[in-house]
């Protein structure tokens, strides 16, 4: 089975600051890995995934995720944050061998950009 | 391509009615996953559809249920409505073999 954890519930930064927003899993098989947005009364949208090859990955909005398999982690970084990215972010896991549509989430991080 | 809808996106039932909630994939994915999202229990997955049958269930109980028709459109059904169903529910589509999903806006459910 695989478990989300991210470290902070809210993280609040002055616009045009550095953020990041952690993440760690848990899972005894490989696993692909993903961040979501959720802005207020909608869906979530796709940031960006690891499948595999480089530990790095670009999203979108300016978003960059890193994978470190050592420490089980998968922390979402940006360089200079807008007004615009205040909303609720989701990581979330899933068995890289399994072949149905089951994610696992975090319990999510409330980003508030601060003007 | 349109992204996935679903309807309605606001629904406001009594306890001990049934709910159906309906969702239709983007364009060519045939897998739709269904998600309950509530403020203390986060988001949690609730069964997968791929080719009409229940690929995976979530650890809901038998009054959740779903079906998958054969253009990929998907209803979830909740019977006997608790106050706790009370939710944001969320569907998601993605193509076979390829793990990222995408959601759609999602139905909140209010039973009271």
């Known amino acids: 089975a695989q478990s989300v954890t991210q470290l902070d519930s809210q993280v609040p930064v002055f616009e045009e600051a550095p953020v990041e927003l952690r993440c760690n899993y848990s899972?005894?098989?490989?696993?692909?890995l993903f961040w979501y947005v959720q802005y207020p009364n909608q869906g979530l949208q796709l940031l960006l995934k690891y499948l595999s090859g480089s530990t790095l990955v670009k999203g979108i909005n300016g978003f960059e995720a890193e994978f470190n398999k050592s420490q089980t982690s998968f922390h979402l970084r940006k360089p200079s944050v807008h007004i615009s990215d205040t909303a609720e972010y989701f990581c979330?896991?899933?068995?890289?061998?399994?072949?149905?549509?089951?994610?696992?989430f975090g319990q999510g991080t409330t980003l508030q950009v601060k003007p | 391509k349109a992204g996935v809808t679903q309807t309605p996106r606001y629904l406001i039932k009594t306890r001990g009615q049934q709910v159906t909630l309906s969702c239709s994939p983007i364009?060519?994915?045939?897998?739709v996953s269904w998600y309950q999202q509530t403020p203390g229990q986060g988001l949690q997955f609730l069964f997968e559809y791929f080719s009409e049958t229940q690929r995976n269930k979530g650890n809901f109980p038998g009054r959740f249920s779903g079906r998958q028709f054969s253009n990929s459109r998907s209803e979830m059904n909740v019977s006997t409505l608790e106050l706790g169903d009370s939710a944001l529910y969320l569907c998601?589509?993605?193509?076979?073999?390829?793990?990222?999903?995408?959601f759609g806006p999602g139905t909140r459910l209010t039973v009271t």
């Open positions: 998601a589509s993605s193509l076979e073999g390829l793990h990222e999903q995408y």
């Open positions: 899972s005894s098989v490989s696993v692909y």
């Open positions: 364009s060519g994915h045939r897998s």
């Open positions: 979330a896991v899933s068995a890289s061998s399994s072949n149905t549509g089951k994610l696992i």
